[in-house]
């Protein structure tokens, strides 16, 4: 069965997620945006989830971990916890 290793940055607010798609986008360290801004307790590590197969996640976020290209950051990704960017690290 096909894994999967991302990492990923939950905020509120879509406007949140774009600034902060903005601020990885020019320059700056994904881990530290995501130890600084996640609301998920993944931040504390620079928003690392592991390695994880499909349908262990919502199906928001599996959506675009399966498909997404690798170490590009993807989102706003809307799911019942909030907005989510997201970087998938490993797929195979």
Do not use: W
Request: aromatic share 6%; hydrophobic share 35%; net charge negative.
């Amino acid at each position: 069965m096909t894994q999967a290793t991302a990492r990923h940055i939950l905020v509120p607010s879509e406007e949140q997620c774009l600034a902060l798609k903005a601020e990885i986008e020019g320059g700056r360290d994904f881990a530290e945006v995501a130890r600084e801004h996640s609301q998920c307790p993944s931040g504390r590590q620079g928003g690392e989830l592991g390695s994880f197969g499909p349908g262990q996640m919502v199906p928001e976020f599996d959506k675009v971990v399966f498909s997404a290209d690798l170490n590009q950051v993807q989102g706003p990704v809307k799911t019942q916890f909030g907005y989510h960017l997201l970087e998938v690290t490993s797929r195979g």
